[in-house]
């Protein structure tokens, strides 16, 4: 079976999600206790895409996170490295443009897209900072930004009970049920190995993006940072105006 290593290398990555592309979107909905479905509705609210705009769904796996901005009216292109979820994801939703797409590289003019999101696909990237440049490249100015990502909860009992989770009840389980039980051991690891919340939003800020805010939800197990763009100096004053409306702050959900 393959699985990655905490060195993240991209083919390793990609044949990890190749293999677990048939059952990702049960093993999810397990393994969270049916949370990340609270949590995709959290991220439809938090990007509020409007009809019309075109969005970017960076690691969209099958596609299940792509669906909501669909029904919401925007034109939404689900992206993601994994061949195996991208064939999976075009029998499911044969009607969304799935396209393969490296983060740390991507196939995209210049500010092609108002929104890039991306679900639980951060952590997997060999170079973070390097992959949300690239997402700011290809966002007109003014866009936004909104990375939804497993995180650090803030309650130490509850963090305590969590690790416990992560590392004694969750490889047993996806031994049981999932076509390579080994990628869930890295899902641990991954997991405790990444960056907090305050941490992350450094790094946002590092490529590029202003604006930069996150909260947190199911008591900080995940957190939506969420950023803007910043708008070109040129840019008409209202423009500007709008960019300043998001301040940073953290909270809880």
């Known amino acids: 079976m393959n699985r990655a290593g905490l060195d993240k290398r991209p083919s390793d990555v990609a044949r990890m999600f190749d293999d677990v592309a048939a059952r990702y979107d049960i093993m999810n909905d397990l393994l969270s206790l049916g949370q990340d479905r609270r949590w ?16 970017l769904d960076i690691a969209a796996g099958t596609g299940t996170s792509s669906e909501p901005f669909d029904a919401a009216g925007a034109h939404v292109v689900p992206a993601d490295f994994s061949l195996g979820m991208l064939r999976e994801g075009k029998k499911r939703r044969a009607d969304l443009g799935f396209t393969a797409a490296d983060a740390t590289k991507l196939p995209f003019a210049d500010a092609s897209f108002d929104a890039v999101t991306m679900s639980f696909g951060l952590r997997n ?11 700011a490249r290809v966002t007109k ?53 990444w960056p907090a919340q305050r941490e992350l939003a450094e790094q946002i800020k590092t490529a590029g993006w202003a604006d930069v805010e996150w909260r947190n939800l199911t008591g900080g197990i995940v957190a939506l940072h969420r950023a803007v763009k910043p708008a070109a100096k040129n840019a008409p004053k209202n423009q500007q105006s709008k960019n300043q409306q998001v301040k940073k702050k953290g909270g809880a959900a």
Request: charged share 20%.
């Open 40 to 55: 995709r509705k959290q991220v439809l609210t938090a990007l509020d895409p409007k009809p019309g705009e075109i969005v």
């Open 141 to 193: 100015p003014g866009g936004r930004l909104l990375i939804c990502e497993f995180s650090h909860p803030t309650n130490g009992p509850f963090r305590r009970v969590y690790t416990e989770y992560l590392m004694q009840a969750l490889p047993p389980v996806a031994r049981a049920v999932s076509s390579n039980p080994e990628s869930y051991v890295y899902l641990a690891e991954s997991i405790q190995s």
């Open 125 to 135: 990237v060999v170079d973070v900072t390097g992959a949300l440049a690239e997402f």
